[in-house]
């Protein structure tokens, strides 16, 4: 299905304020889970606002709920975090921005921004500008969205139906499958990390504490990264199918290779012109 | 001040800074180009790894939710089928209610 929109900056826009409107709904589970778990809604409130960023908040929730460990559950919150670390490693080159609006852009990356970023074409000017496009659009949607989930939950816990019987539980997964598909298509070496690291993650989960083993999952990009096997199936050597490459349902991102691995510009435009 | 809101303070101010920390890495720290490898490939281990674990993963154990399954399959069809963005979530959320409405998963 072609996009009507032939500008990127306008479809990342567009695809960042869906993603951020569907997925901050669940900040209505967030805010009815703390209170439910015994936080007050200022606590719930400020872990929105501040923190902004879901599992780890759902974390520190089920520990107060437990009227466990706090400490421990303050640990596993943070490591949770930790993941945001890891992409803004590779938000900074690829938005680059400047100075003290950092500031405020850091506490915007999540998973969601990330991947909305991340789906953009890549390459020059008009790739940072779609990139940032997608960045900003998906925060502001879903900080706005999120937060005033958070604060109607709080106030109106038990009175939601679960958010499983609307399917709101699928949405994060589907949106990330979306959100990466474009960069599967890409190249082996995306396929095969994507992979690993979902074997990983998955093989870790009953021996960790919950968010380690989406983290360790990481090594996956390290292995890739350090074999010099890997690096000859970087896309340049190695492209994956070509494809119609309006074929992308997400921000036709699939024109774009990949932002800041091997692929060359020279890839970027060939996919471009074929489309 | 409570305990609470010691472990809720902590953990904002925490989760803001491993953000921020990772956004202002200096450039020169990533200008070998495996380190720009590593750098790019990791969101794309993260999400992959936190699709599965999200669509199979309840608390410190692996479940398997056939509505969730079906869900995320049926995100997978849409993606096949070159559906936009939107499809494909109101396909996943659509698929996986429907299911449980029917009480068939």
Redo the contacts between chains.
Sequence with gaps: ?A?TSADPVKRAAR?GI??GV?VGTSGLAFGAAAVAS???VA?AC??S?????GA??FA?AA??AGGGN??A??AS??LL?????????????LLG?RGPF??L???G?T?ES??VA?AQPAGGQPGRAAARAGFLATFGSLYLTWNAGTLAGALGAGRLGSP??????????????????P??RDGR??RT??????????AA??F???GL??????????G???LPAA?ALSPAGAPGPPGPAD?????GAARAP?????AGPADAAGERSGR | MSATWIAVLVTAACCYALKLAGLTVPPRWLAHPRAQRFASLVPVALLAALIAVQAMGRDESLALDPARLAGLGAAAAALLLRAPFLVVILAAAGTAAGLRALGVA
Excluded: H, K
Aim: glycine share 8%.
């Design positions: 299905m996009d695809d869906a993603l569907a015994g936080m007050s606590q400020v872990l606002l501040v923190a902004y960023t780890s908040q520190l520990a107060v706090l400490i559950g303050t919150a943070v975090g930790s993941r945001n670390g890891l992409y803004g490693l590779r938000l900074a080159s921005f950092r500031l852009a850091a506490l990356i998973d990330t991947a991340l499983g019987s609307f399917g709101l539980d699928v949405v994060g997964p589907a949106a990330f499958l979306a959100l990466l598909w960069r599967l070496t995306e990390v994507a992979l690993a690291g979902a074997l990983i993650a998955l989960t009953p960790c504490p919950p083993p989406v983290v360790l999952a990481a090594v996956a990009a390290l890739a990264a350090l690096t074929a992308a349902g997400v921000s990949d932002a800041a691995a091997s």
